[in-house]
């Protein structure tokens, strides 16, 4: 009785996991209930009930309903199908004059806007890809295919591969210095001479269109969000899915909407890449001390001029952190939609993924590696560019970047023009170096993935018979085994002894959209292995942050390494893994672990970081050894950071897991997939990517109202 | 005086919801008490004062008197709930956007508690920014506010960042962007608030060797009763936003208005304070012995002069003339008299 009134949290908890694995084991499973099998798959078995909703009819397998809920969301993906195709095909008809046919045409209006959205992408994309590769759909753009038949010379030649490399140098050096001038240059010289020339510059064409429209629109939203608390409060909800929302999932509406191609893809990175983007301008205007907002508007500045010369340059650390993150979703979409047809080096990667050739996939990997990293650096430097006033320049100094890419430009084009006499009959390798006429490793990494697999075959087969027998088929079977009722009780109980009425019933609606959506079998295996990445994860992420945090340059070191893991496209994961561990689960719950560990271990050392200086001294005074420092000081104080830590983990987990469909799992992912090849799989990847993103807010919204008043109990924020 | 450069007709500033109707209910008698249990919370209460073009008016209250509400009511940085500011003579409250730009821009400069500088731009860059702002072109803004870093004395600093700078060198760098525009009318919010006690006897020091040279018409915000004396023409101390009383040092020393007035004199050094003439009896100017002092002197400055005296001690002013006399038991007086001794 005295524990009880010591601790009452505890023993409500310990209640809480009483009566759940009480229900656990007070409810049966049916006899005839088979597992995972989808319980609205559209077919039709005598053995269904059946139900009607909005005139749609839903089928499904009636079980005791504390067992598993009825479906009775199961209309949702059909009605959203139907609402789309209503909305593209037949809402609003309205007269467009058409410009090929020469009269007027009649066409929803949806679908016009789309078209022409569609068709300004992609005049976008074609300029940018042609300026780089060559190529006349710019100039027919402008003109027309007879023009360009009648006068063939004038395509665009598209720029020697020299001039480009030149010229990313140039501007790496005039932004930052030698370094990433080094870093440009010797990327660029890679990528040509490994063949990668052609769908690097596609897959660049992409990212310079997407990544500033994203940032355009992120940085407008956010702005607007900030003015005005009644657009705060119409984007928020939307923000806030979209963040848990799997990529994947967006591929499917977009390709509904605007059709197969690079322009659906440059739309469906916005769409994925701006609401980050909106967070973090928000939140780094609210952080602006109202003192400088009074010295801006003292200074007499203009409403324009306070944002643009004042909050917005006071706000860059944060805008920052968001045009970094704009970069990191456009080359982790340039991979991903290549599943809607977006040319460049994600297809080539997918294609090498699928044909399980791991050398050409690494090399694809690697080259959207590098450009990731060095648009990421450029980016970075660019912001933290600074003017000298005061320099007394001459000419030549003050244009010398100008005057040497123009020195290289002219050098360039008499290579180019060299190399055909040189390369006579064959490829001007001074040009361009084709696609796979460049040097190849793929061969090599082919041959040390087969030379791995026949020196380790044994032992790699025996830890993954292992792991898969012993410890993941019981786990997902346990998973498994949890009665809806129970899971619902479980989560609602947590909501309720974390955060109150308000957060229980979150969540609660939460879990029960998911649970009345078809496919709660599904999205326990999705949280199966969400759970497994997210435990080991920690524990490496929490072990190696706090080794690192020992010493300040380690701790500075891993935080690089961090930085650059975390620029690699999420697909980029999935090559050593496949490498290693072929097509299993093993490979990817192994992908999930490395990319998860990457927040778990950052938040870790800035969790410790920000412990203030005087508690170390007081600490320090009172004769703390370093072990007790960290478990008696360090810890609880971080502990709340490193929480956060957590959510991150569990997002970065469940985006591994879904991208994990790849390779063959057997979760939400995998129907995503699916749906991506289904014409009707518009409303099915919808709602299913809105079950992930609702497991993910379930534990985000846990986490940071437990976050929350933890922080406000000790008084730091 | 000369002429009247801000003048504030019952000003008030009131917080919340229905501060605007509340006022006009009330019939000016705001009753904080009453206002509060209503949800609003007065900043300013009935602020009427004016300030002569080369005056230096210090606003001295405790955190939470309305000392800064006000100052943001004359800069418009907020807009008072009720009551009449004039800046030369133009209505502020009846100014639209555009031309509370022009007054910003043209008229006045504003130096902060917490110095405000933009990180971004170094210290340079930070003082040509408001004449950027206006419109001036980079190499006379720049070459202008090259002479405000030679003038706060921070020749070679500026290219530094203002993270690169200690407190005191970034309210320099505040001080001078806020003279940049040569305002006529200068704000200053807490400007050494945040600095070291050393340092802000320095930048005090400073200030008042600008102000020599400058003769702006000054509002300066400060919660520091001596540095309220050491710099004021005239010292406003304000108590939940009230002005208790508006009055020159040595009047505010020597009769304080209020209870509340009277327990910041307490601690006074006045002979520190107060000069000859505040307290000489200008009645008799018979029977005088051979020292003179002037009328302005500090009394610190003469007293040891004048306690060695026997007889009274003649007060002449510029010209020489005797304006009155003082007996060294007054000196006696004047600086323990008022003090409570022991307690």
């Known amino acids: 009785m005295e524990y009880l009134k010591k601790y009452p ?89 058409n410009e090929d046919t020469q009269e007027f045409k009649t066409r929803p ?25 060559g190529g006349l759909e710019t100039i027919v753009a402008f003109t027309s295919w007879d023009f360009i038949d009648a006068y063939p010379w004038l395509e665009l030649p598209g720029l020697p591969w020299t001039i480009v490399a030149a010229g990313a140098a140039l501007l790496s050096y005039k932004l930052s210095g030698k370094g990433l001038a080094l870093f440009a240059g010797l990327t660029m010289i890679y990528i040509s001479i490994f063949g990668q020339w052609k769908p690097s510059m596609q897959t660049l064409s992409f990212i310079l269109v997407a990544a500033p429209l994203s940032f355009i629109f992120g940085l407008g939203l956010g702005i ?47 769409v994925v890449a701006v609401p980050p983007m909106i967070l973090l301008t928000i939140l ?214 974390i955060g109150g009425v308000r957060s ?77 561990f072929g097509i299993t689960d093993t490979s990817v719950l192994i992908a999930v672990i490395v990319y998860a560990t990457i927040p778990a271990t950052r938040y870790t050392i800035e969790g410790l970081r920000s412990v203030p200086v005087g508690l170390h001294e007081a600490a320090t005074m009172s004769g703390v050894n370093k072990f007790q420092r960290l478990t008696k000081i360090e810890f609880p104080l971080a502990f709340p950071h490193m929480m956060l830590g957590l959510n991150q983990t569990i997002v970065f987990a469940l985006f591994m897991v879904i991208i994990g469909a790849f390779i063959g799992t057997e979760d939400l992912g995998q129907y995503i997939l699916k749906a991506l090849s289904d014409k009707n799989g518009a409303g099915i990847g919808l709602t299913l990517g809105i079950c992930v993103a609702f497991i993910g807010l379930i534990f985000d919204n846990l986490i940071r109202t437990w976050v929350g008043k933890r922080k406000k109990h000790l008084g730091i924020d | 005086m000369s002429e009247t450069v801000i003048k504030c007709e019952s000003v008030y500033k009131i917080f919340g919801e229905n501060a605007k109707k509340m006022l006009e209910e009330s019939n000016g008698n705001v009753d904080a008490k009453t206002f509060q249990e209503r949800g609003c919370i007065v900043g300013v209460n009935n602020a009427s004062f004016e300030v002569a073009k080369g005056e230096m008016l210090v606003v001295m209250g405790l955190s939470g008197s309305g000392k800064s509400t006000l100052l943001r009511c004359i800069s418009r940085l907020t807009d008072a709930t009720g009551g009449k500011i004039f800046i030369e003579g133009q209505d502020l409250l009846e100014l639209n956007n555009k031309e509370l730009i022009e007054l910003r821009r043209n008229k006045m400069g504003m130096v902060f508690q917490s110095f405000a500088l933009l990180p971004h731009k170094t210290v340079v860059e930070n003082i040509a920014f408001p004449l950027q702002i206006k419109g001036t072109n980079t190499e006379e803004s720049i070459s202008r506010a090259m002479e405000m870093v030679k003038l706060v004395g921070l020749d070679g600093r500026e290219n530094y960042f ?14 001078a962007r806020s003279l940049a525009v040569e305002p006529d009318i200068w704000f200053l919010d807490e400007p050494f ?23 702006k018409t000054i509002m300066f915000i400060t919660h520091d009763f001596d540095e309220a004396l050491k710099l004021a023409d005239r010292i406003a101390i304000m108590k939940d936003g009230i002005i208790e009383q508006l009055d020159t040092p040595a009047n505010i020393v020597l009769n304080p208005a209020t209870e509340y007035v009277r327990k910041f004199t307490e601690e006074v050094p006045r002979e520190k304070v107060l000069i000859i003439e505040d307290v000489m009896d ?59 001794i022991g307690s």
């Not at chain 1, 679908?111 to 994309?125: D, G, K, Q, V, Y």
Request: aromatic share 14%.
């Open chain 2, 162 to 175: 203002p993270r690169e700078l200690s407190g005191g060198q970034q309210q320099r760098v505040g001080i």
């Open chain 1, 504 to 580: 229980a019933l979150v969540v609660a609606a939460l879990t029960l959209f998911i649970a009345l959506s078809p496919w709660w079998d599904r999205a326990l295996v999705t949280l199966y292995m969400a759970t497994f990445g997210v435990v080991i994860s920690c524990l490496i992420g929490f072990t190696v942050g706090t080794l690192c945090f020992q010493n300040k340059k380690s701790a500075a070191f891993m935080l690089g390494v961090c930085d650059i893991f975390q620029t690699f496209p999420s697909f980029v994961y999935l090559i050593p893994v496949m490498m290693l």
């Open chain 1, 284 to 497: 780094g205007l609210r952080a602006i001390p109202p003192e400088v907002i009074e010295a801006g508007r003292m200074s007499g500045c203009t409403n324009w001029q306070l944002m643009f010369k004042v909050l917005i340059p006071t706000a860059r650390r944060d805008i920052l952190i968001g045009v970094n993150q704009v970069i990191m979703v456009c080359f982790s979409m340039a991979v991903i939609s290549a599943f809607i047809g977006a040319k460049g080096l994600g297809f080539n990667l997918l294609l090498a993924l699928n044909q399980l050739n791991i050398g050409l996939a690494l090399e694809a990997g690697l080259c959207i590696s590098l450009i990731a990293i060095l648009l990421d650096k450029m980016s970075l430097a660019w912001a933290n560019k600074q003017t000298d006033y005061f320099g007394n320049l001459t000419f030549f100094q003050r244009n010398k970047n100008a005057i040497f890419f123009a020195a290289s430009f002219v050098i360039g084009i008499i290579l180019a023009y060299v190399g055909t006499f040189i390369f006579k009959g064959s490829f001007n390798y001074l040009f361009e170096i084709p696609h796979n006429k460049g040097i190849s490793t793929a061969d090599f990494w082919n041959k040390g993935v087969d030379w791995i697999f026949d020196t380790f075959f044994v032992y790699i087969k025996a830890f993954n018979t292992w792991l898969i027998q012993d410890v993941l088929q019981p786990m997902r079977a346990l998973y498994l085994r949890m009665p809806a009722v129970a899971t619902l009780v479980l989560a609602v109980g947590a909501g309720y002894l």
């Open chain 1, 109 to 133: 209006l949806l679908l016009e806007i789309s078209r022409n959205l569609t068709s300004f992408m992609t005049f976008l994309i074609e300029l940018i890809r042609e300026i780089l590769l």
């Open chain 2, 193 to 215: 608030s945040a600095l070291d006690p050393l340092i802000r006897k320095e930048m005090q020091d400073e200030f008042l060797r600008l102000q020599e040279k400058l003769q």
């Open chain 1, 9 to 97: 949290k505890l023993f409500q908890w310990l209640f809480l996991l009483i009566v759940f694995f009480a229900l656990c084991f007070a409810i049966d499973v049916p006899e005839t209930y088979k597992f995972i099998r989808g319980q609205a798959e559209f077919v039709k078995d005598p053995n269904q009930s059946v139900y009607f909703f909005l005139g749609k009819e839903v089928r499904y397998y009636a079980f005791d309903v504390f067992w598993r809920l009825p479906p009775l969301l199961g209309w949702l993906p059909i009605w959203i199908n139907d609402s789309l195709f209503f909305l593209m095909n037949e809402w609003m008809p309205m007269e467009f004059w």
């Open chain 1, 224 to 270: 607007a969000a900030y003015k005005s608390k009644r657009v705060e409060k119409a984007l928020y909800p939307i923000l806030l899915v979209m963040q848990t929302m799997p990529q994947y999932a967006v591929l499917v509406p977009a390709l509904v909407l605007f059709g197969v191609g690079d322009h659906a893809a440059v739309i469906i990175t916005m």
């Open chain 2, 282 to 340: 200008a009645s008799s100017k018979d029977n005088l012995g051979d020292l003179k002092v002037s009328k302005d002197e500090i009394i610190e400055n003469v007293a040891e002069k004048i306690l060695t005296q026997e007889k009274l001690v003649g007060v002449v002013d510029s010209n020489n003339n005797i304006v009155g006399s003082i007996k060294p038991s007054k000196i006696i007086d004047t600086v323990f008299g008022g003090r409570k």
